[in-house]
C-alpha cells in the first residue's frame, strides 16, 4: 500500500454536488484516492459526476457517512483546514508543511485532512478534532477559496512532498517508539476526563466555558501515543474510584 492510499480528504457537510466532483476530480490529478463525504446535502448527483470527468472512480468508491467521527476514525493525524482566523489559536501548519506531514505520517497510519461547508466552513467543535490547523495563505480581502479549489492546493502539497520524497529530498520524519493515539480514542479520552473532572466537582458542564476546548489542544498539542493515552484512562478510573468511595464515606457518616 503506498502512502497516497492511507490520505483520506474529507468533505463535511458539502451543499453542492459539483465541488464534490471537483474535489474527486482533484485528488485524482494528485493520485490520491480516498474521499469521504460526511453527510453531503445532495449526493449521488449528476452535477458531481460531471464535475469528476475522469475521477469517477473515486466518487464511486467515495465513503458516506454521518459523523465526522466516523470519517476519522482510525486516523493518527487529522488536519482541519481553515479559511480565516478562529477564536482559540491552535497548532498551525501551512500548506507545504501540511503535505510534508501527511506524507511522512501516512507511511505509518492513515491520516486525513477535512474541508468544511461552502457557507460557513467547519464548526470550532470540529475543528478541535484535529491535531493541526492548515490556512492556505489567500488574499486577506478575499481568503475563502472554492471547496473544490481548496481541495486541489492541499493535494498538491501532498504531491509534491511525494516527489520530494522520492528524489530523497524530504525532512526526515521524527521516529516515536508507540504510534499515536487514533481519532476515536481520544474522542473517547475526551469523554472519559469530562466525566471525571464532573465527578471530583472541578467541571460544571452546565457552565463549562474553554475548559474542555483547552485541555484538547494541551493534549494534541503533546500528541498522546497508543500508551500514554492507555495510562492516562486508567489514572481516570483511579480517580473516578477514589472519589466514589470518598463520597460512600461521607455519606456513611451523614
Ligand atoms: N465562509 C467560510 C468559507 C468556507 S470555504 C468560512 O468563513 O469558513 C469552504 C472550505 O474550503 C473551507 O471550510 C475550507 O475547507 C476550504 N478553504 C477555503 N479557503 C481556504 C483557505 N484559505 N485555507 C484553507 N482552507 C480553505
Known sequence: MSNFDKVRIVLVNTSHPGNIGG?????????LSRLYLVAPKEYPADRAVWRAASALD???NAVVVESLDEAIAGCGLVVGTSARERRIPWPLVNPRECGTRVWQEAAEHDVAIIFGREDRGLTNEELHKCTYHVHIP??????????????QVLCYEVRMASLADAEGVLPSFDEWDQPPAKAQD???YYKHLEQALVDIGFHDRDNP?????????????????EMELSILRGVLTAIQNAA???KK???SKE
Open 23 to 31: 474535489a474527486a476530480r482533484a485528488l485524482k490529478n494528485m493520485g
Open 58 to 60: 473515486v466518487l464511486d
Open 138 to 151: 489567500s488574499n486577506p480581502d478575499y481568503s475563502s477559496l472554492n471547496l473544490a479549489a481548496a481541495v
Open 186 to 188: 481520544l474522542e473517547m
Open 209 to 225: 466555558r474553554q475548559t474542555m476546548t483547552r485541555l484538547r489542544r494541551l493534549y494534541g498539542r503533546i500528541r498522546l501515543d
Open 244 to 246: 466514589y468511595r470518598m
Open 249 to 251: 464515606v461521607i455519606e
